[in-house]
């Protein structure tokens, strides 16, 4: 096993920390990082997805989960994506039920500060989640949704959605959401001006 | 057709500045953008990924360029300088100048810290709108690391990674193989300032 620097941070004395910490922080390879918090547009595309979610799963073994679910990816990440949806019994890292490793669909709205680390570091390690079927990164500049699905073979998939009128599939949990839904009261710059 | 703003440039406007500017610019929908230099592994990785492309192509009609080689996506659309291309066949270009390459198979970015939002966003969505374009490839320079990014029918794109030094990434777009180990070779992960 490598050597870790002197201020390295194991998973268990970060999961320690966090646990009884005030605000929330990422874990990533040896650090802790505060999370930031979100714009006003940012929270309502993550409650209208959130909120269509529930009347989809009513009839499948699967939940959904807002940015308060803790999960642990590949024992490098440990975060809180913005949309989280879990199907069948839930598996947690340790033995405290507070930090899922079994997530089936995550999804996350891009922002400036977090676009590289969403579509880069955490897509990275979201993909060695051996359960994770689909990943989706959703846009709060313009109405877009770009889902990657898991595929044979570890690749992946990706197809993007564009526009109001379009609908993302999550073939994932078998979900159709119009995009007129997740961006329901979210203005753009150039719309109405 | 949409008015445009005051300070609105053409891409006419663009190509004609650019032609005689000391720095190079991106150009997208009306504005130039200064282009960032880049660092030195950078631009080993970049070179080593040339010259790996280059001798695997040896005997077929593709011409592999580098950051020097200006691609537009569409005509008000992106104007920039991916640090590698291949294009096979006959190159095409943009009014008839040949500086502005309009048809690559393949184009790579090696990310860096300032720009890996930007390859991963915005520039990868306009390549994904160029017709030509079978495939696009992002490097990590802080890792072994190759991501492949392939065209499919139905507008969809198929990513495949390759990590770790002795995995093989496969281009398919131009039929041509390179070991990381070539991309990567003299690069030292891990040191303050990459």
């Given at each position: 096993m490598a050597a870790h620097p002197q201020n390295w941070i194991s998973p268990e004395q970060y999961l320690e920390i966090e646990r009884d910490a005030e605000f929330r922080h990422e874990y990533y390879n040896g650090r802790i990082y505060a999370m930031a918090g979100r714009s006003p547009r940012h929270a309502i595309i993550i409650a209208n997805l959130v909120g269509e979610f529930p009347g989809l799963l009513k009839k499948s073994p699967c939940f959904v989960a807002s940015s308060d679910f803790r999960v642990a990816a590949s024992g490098r990440l440990y975060t809180y994506p913005d949309v989280v949806v879990a199907c069948g019994e839930h598996k947690y890292v340790g033995?405290?039920?507070?930090?899922?490793?079994?997530?089936r669909l995550v999804i996350e709205v891009l922002s400036p500060s977090t676009e590289s680390k969403d579509r880069g570091m955490k897509f990275t390690e979201y993909r060695?989640?051996?359960?994770?079927?689909e990943y989706a990164v959703v846009s709060q500049e313009e109405a877009k949704v770009e889902i990657f699905r898991c595929q044979d073979g570890g690749r992946w998939l990706m197809t993007e959605y564009s526009g109001r009128g379009a609908v993302a599939r999550f073939e994932s949990i078998e979900a159709s959401v119009p995009l007129a839904e997740i961006y329901a009261k979210v203005q753009f710059g150039e719309e109405g001006a | 057709m949409a008015a445009h703003p005051q300070n609105w440039i053409s891409p006419e406007e663009y190509l004609e500045i650019e032609r005689a500017a000391e720095f190079k610019h991106e150009y997208y929908n009306g504005r130039m953008y200064a282009m960032a230099g880049g660092s030195y592994w950078h631009s080993v990785i970049s070179g080593n990924l040339a010259a790996a492309l280059n001798a695997a192509l040896r005997t077929r009609p593709c011409v592999v360029t580098t950051s020097d080689l200006r691609i537009n996506v569409s005509r008000e659309g992106l104007y920039t300088y991916p640090d590698v291309a291949v294009v096979c066949g006959e190159p095409e270009f943009v009014d008839?100048?040949?500086?502005?390459?309009?048809?690559?198979a393949l184009v790579i970015e090696v990310l860096s810290p300032s720009t890996e939002a930007y390859d991963r966003g915005f520039k990868s969505s306009q390549y994904r709108t160029l017709a030509p374009l079978q495939e696009y490839v992002l490097v990590s320079q802080t890792e072994a690391r190759v991501e492949v990014f392939s065209r499919q029918i139905n507008g969809n794109w198929l990513l495949t990674e390759f990590a770790g030094l002795d995995s093989i990434a496969r281009f398919e777009s131009v039929d041509a193989s390179v070991p990381l180990a070539e991309i990567y070779a003299k690069v030292r992960f891990g040191e303050e300032g990459i």
């Open positions: 033995d405290r039920q507070d930090t899922l490793s079994n997530p060695k989640i051996e359960s994770l079927q | 008839g100048r040949n500086d502005t390459l309009a048809n690559p």
